[in-house]
């Protein structure tokens, strides 16, 4: 289920841009990433309207619309690839 992103969600939607951030760029410094995410918490996350995905209760991906536009889709690592 797709549903508008909840305060209650941040740490998630925080967790599986990391680790996602992390593993599609890996040839960045995962410390990097890892410096970025009181940005994310703090500038873009809430300069977007922000929906997640859902599946029995449980946040595995997010897209972020800034200004109408696609500003971001993640999901998260292990369950890329399952074709939901």
């Given at each position: 289920?797709?549903?508008q ?7 998630l939607?925080l967790d ?16 990097f ?9 703090e ?6 309207k922000?929906y ?6 449980g ?5 972020s ?5 696609l ?9 890329k690839?399952?074709?939901?």
């Amino acid at each position: 289920m797709i549903r508008q992103y909840k305060q209650e969600d941040s740490e998630l939607v925080l967790d599986i841009w990391l680790q996602a951030s992390i593993k599609a760029h890996d040839f960045v410094a995962a410390e990097f990433w890892g410096s970025q995410v009181s940005n994310m918490r703090e500038i873009y996350i809430p300069a977007s309207k922000t929906y997640v995905f859902e599946i029995d209760g449980g946040v595995i991906g997010f897209y972020s619309l800034y200004e109408n536009l696609l500003a971001a889709i993640f999901v998260s690592p292990e369950h890329k690839g399952q074709g939901r």
